[in-house]
Every structure is written in C-alpha cells, then in structure tokens.
C-alpha cells in the first residue's frame, strides 16, 4: 500500500498559521480522493477538506471554512492544509487520507482506506 507522511504540525498561539504536507510513496494523487482529517482527545475522527482529483473541486467542513486551504500538487505527489486563524477548537491530530476516486470524494471517514501516521497541531489561546 501507498504509504501517506504528514509533516508540520507543532504548537501556535491562536490567529496564528501552520502549513501540513502530506508525501506519498507513489504517484497516486490524480487517481486519488485525497481528504485531511483531525481527531481530538475524546472526540470522533472528522473531515476537514477534502479535494477531488477528476474537477479540482475542493469542500471544507463549516467550521474551517474562510480558514483552512486545501491544495495538490501531483507531479510532487504532494498534498497540503493551509491553515490560518487557527483556534483553540482546532487543537487535534490531523491525518491525510486517500481512496480511489470513484464519481466522487465524500468527506466520510470510513470511506477512506489510506492513512497517514497523522501530525499534532495544538493551538493555545
């Protein structure tokens, strides 16, 4: 399987930014669902964007919505989360996930069959 690496996570002070990357191990990214994800101590695992291959849509949960940017860029098989005016709230582990791309990219954690380690994001106020 495709291994998934997130990278730079770390701890801020609210309003501040962070950026997370997520490597593949292979090209799979335009053939690929490919979603960031957060779990909090004690709470379920949630979507956060998630950003479709075939028409370069992309959808955000509403509470990062203005935030938090998605992007890609296949030919580095790369996938990044830029988030800016982060809140306490958004204090979690974030995982990269993918799942074949099949008419659509739901932003529903079992659908997805590929994950990352994932990167802690802490965010002070």
């Known amino acids: 399987q495709v291994q998934l690496v997130e990278s730079g996570g770390g701890s801020v002070q609210a309003g501040g930014s962070l950026r997370l990357s997520c490597a593949a191990s292979?090209?799979?990214?335009?053939?690929?669902?490919m979603g960031w994800f957060r779990q909090a101590p004690g709470k379920e695992r949630e979507g956060v964007a998630i950003s479709d291959p075939a028409s370069g849509s992309t959808s955000y949960a509403d509470s990062v919505k203005g935030r938090f940017t998605i992007s890609r860029d296949n030919a580095k098989n790369t996938l990044t989360l830029q988030m800016n005016d982060l809140k306490p709230e958004d204090t979690a582990m974030y995982y990269c996930a993918a799942r074949p791309w099949a008419w659509r990219c739901p932003m529903v954690v079992s659908s997805y069959n590929n994950w990352g380690q994932g990167t802690q994001v802490t965010v002070s106020s």
């Open positions: 292979a090209p799979i990214l335009s053939s690929r669902c």
